[in-house]
């Protein structure tokens, strides 16, 4: 009658004072205990960061990664382990700098070229800005106020929302689709501030795209002080700013997904899918972006392993390649999986960085999602207190349709983006203890799904 | 009758869907975008770490600071402020090293001295080392283990523990105590591992006692790095370790409390205290611990103004001298406030960090706690779901007795210790966001207790 009572409450949306099982909670310690002692996915992200660097698409780094993965996985366990090709676009960039004009000296302003982008020509492209606060203001400038102008974005992510990922979303669309929307009206280049939150002097990259678009403009973030002395230095007559852009997609590579089943013991042909994504863009060491996700994924079979938990189905790591340029080992995993009828029972994406874990988000039905809320008791001394409906990630994408229980992990976002896409993101970019906490809160899931 | 339902599943301890008043939670919108748009701790800290600097108990940087602050309260539109001369221990250190001999060569262990610990000898101490692992471990060595010798306490934080401010509390006996306890044995000196939980290779000072003991010998830190090298090292014959510290208590020196006071419209006489402590450690800044304090106390007056909210109360500044050595600042201002009869409607401590809220502790009787308690819908946007009975903190204590109503912020933890009492105490240890969200935090709990 009282585990009515509470389970009513729940579904009624009160949270979090269920009893707990405390065998399974005493496991549940244990897995962050071993997490928090051996670091073993710190020890992981430091080698991948520091010993093979930044993974961007087509890299070899990032099949040197990819391979060194696999090892490591066969090493930690893993009953099969294999490296799946995938076609990616092979990015470029050399050199690149942007400078201002102003009273007669010259002023840099630290400038990184946007993945994708079309390089300038050789003596770079030298133009007035035209600064744009919206895809509204553009039009409302029309072809008059752009043609043969340099457009300069100068647009923020939202400081006021608490997600910082919610942020990022209303804002990366000028980055996305500046140079495409600028083109329209005759513009000959766009640089725009830097899709981040922090006040620093670093440019941020990250995936653009022409579109359908025949004309195609170099395309560049400045950072955000930068963009704040050329904001302060509009409207004091006209602003010329020279920008030179060294980069370019030339062709394709093969790049691969690693795959590493954990088989299960009695319903191994249930698969309980964590990944991130092991390629990076390439100004740091993409540590929080993906790597830490590599690091979670790794970690989960390890540490129920280290535990000793003898899991019913197959925990499958999967890191995916060319994340950051258009998904394509996300697509390549899904297809196959489609084409083997591979049934993901579960499907859980950690793409949000290092942060201290708030939580999870799961895309599923209504009884599922309940059914994972009722777990947050289990987690509230941990600090993750948010179980929202609604989840997944990016790579988890191309799987819907097929399978239907996505979780994305939701580490806090407070510093996600003043690494992200920067040279910032190196290792020193990670906190050990939050990292393993991911890796822990993410173990202590599957464990408990495990058990359902 | 809703309410009175959702009343009772609160007292009940189901948390957090209640109902929120929707021009209240307007009005704490408009202090968190206030404060991570305006970002004026941050700007404060950054003022008081790099162009003050440290400020140790009896420094002029202290009372530098102390006078900074005051004109800033001014400038804010604090209807007074003043300084109360607190006497505290002078603090000096000079050169301080640590060298281990092995295989013939020195190797060196970064070390600091303990805060209150004697110097060595001009040419320092030089003694074979004895590894204890507790005091327990040191009693069962006894005076045939330990006497002539240093002891090395290999101490540890209790990794497996969330809060690592409980981890904190657990270790740092063996800092406060160790050369105490060492002494009884004869022994000529101890280190100890640092009180950290980063695995890395900067010494952690902090306060030690000499208790009633006449016999006072030199006390240090060590890096974890060192302690692991000399931990090690151990057992395969003798260790010896030369000791050189230059530092001591030179007598006392004056230094101050900042009091400001921002008037209520009409119940002034109700003080709601915010307050943190001026005074830091030596070897960083004193960002974390505690300028963050200071920004946050001189935030929330700043912040209900910029949005326009007149208190009912008076809002009180106090920012103590000399926590770290020995709550001189907080002893005064309880005096001074106990013979002047002030009554603390609320006092609210911030002594934790910059990290991201995540709560309130609240000393104070059921029926209040449950009040603010109730008020964690209002919060729960915004990532704080932790309001715990119990709370208030160590400037607070000289106040327990006379006032009965005491809050304690609390940052995330995870990060704290890696910053504590070292070098990497520095302005850039801290985040600007997670600070400010800090601030607007308890400038929002002011607002809703100010309703009250």
Not at 277 to 293: E, F, P, T, V, Y
Not at 366 to 386: S, T
Request: glycine share 12%; proline share 4%.
């Amino acid at each position: 009658m009282k585990k009515l009572v509470l389970a009513a409450l729940l579904a009624a949306g009160f949270g979090a004072q269920a009893q707990v099982d405390a065998d399974k909670a005493a496991l549940i310690k244990s897995i962050y205990t071993e997490a928090l002692g051996g670091q073993q996915g710190y020890d992981w992200l430091k080698y991948m960061c520091e010993e093979i660097g930044p993974r961007p698409s087509g890299s070899e780094a990032a099949n040197e990664a990819a391979r060194w993965a696999m090892r490591e996985m066969l090493n930690a366990g893993a009953d099969t382990a294999w490296l799946q090709e995938v076609e990616v676009p092979k990015w470029y960039r050399g050199e690149e700098w942007c400078t201002m004009s102003m009273g007669g000296r010259e002023v840099n302003l630290p400038a990184t070229a946007l993945g994708g982008s079309v390089p300038t020509p050789e003596n770079g492209i030298t133009a007035e800005v035209v600064v744009v606060n919206s895809f509204e203001h553009l039009e409302s400038l029309g072809r008059e106020g752009v043609e043969g102008k340099i457009v300069f974005y100068n647009t923020y992510m939202d400081h006021s929302l608490i997600s910082t990922f919610n942020a990022y979303g209303g804002a990366v669309k000028y980055r996305w689709a500046g140079a495409m929307e600028a083109a329209k009206y005759g513009a000959v280049a766009t640089i725009m501030r830097s899709v981040t939150l922090l006040r620093d002097d670093l440019p941020h990259t990250g995936a653009m795209s022409y579109g359908d678009s025949e004309v195609k403009i170099p395309s560049a973030a400045i950072s955000w002080q930068a963009a704040d002395k050329l904001s302060e230095d509009m409207g004091a007559g006209p602003v010329y700013v020279t920008l030179f852009l060294d980069c370019g997609v030339q062709g394709t590579a093969t790049n691969y997904n690693v795959i590493a089943d954990f088989k299960g013991t009695d319903k191994a042909n249930e698969i309980m899918l964590v990944g991130g994504h092991i390629d990076s863009w390439d100004l740091g060491q993409g540590a929080q972006d993906d790597g830490a996700g590599c690091a979670h994924a790794m970690q989960v079979p390890n540490l129920l392993k280290q535990v000793g938990y003898e899991h019913h189905r197959t925990i499958r790591v999967v890191l995916w390649a060319n994340e950051e340029f258009g998904l394509d080992g996300a697509k390549e995993y899904a297809n196959w999986a489609r084409m083997n009828n591979v049934h993901h029972w579960v499907a859980l994406e950690s793409d949000g960085g290092a942060g201290v874990p708030r939580g999870f988000g799961v895309g599923a039905d209504d009884d599922r999602v309940a059914q994972v809320q009722a777990m947050k008791p289990y987690f509230v001394p941990y600090g993750l207190h948010e179980f929202a409906k609604g989840g997944g990630g990016a790579d988890l994408s191309p799987l819907r349709g097929h399978d239907d229980f996505f979780v994305g992990f939701r580490p806090d976002s407070q510093r996600y983006f003043d690494f992200h896409h920067s040279a910032r993101d190196r290792i020193d970019a990670i906190h050990p203890r939050s990292l393993e906490m991911g890796s822990a809160s993410i173990a202590a899931l599957f464990y408990l799904l495990d058990q359902l």
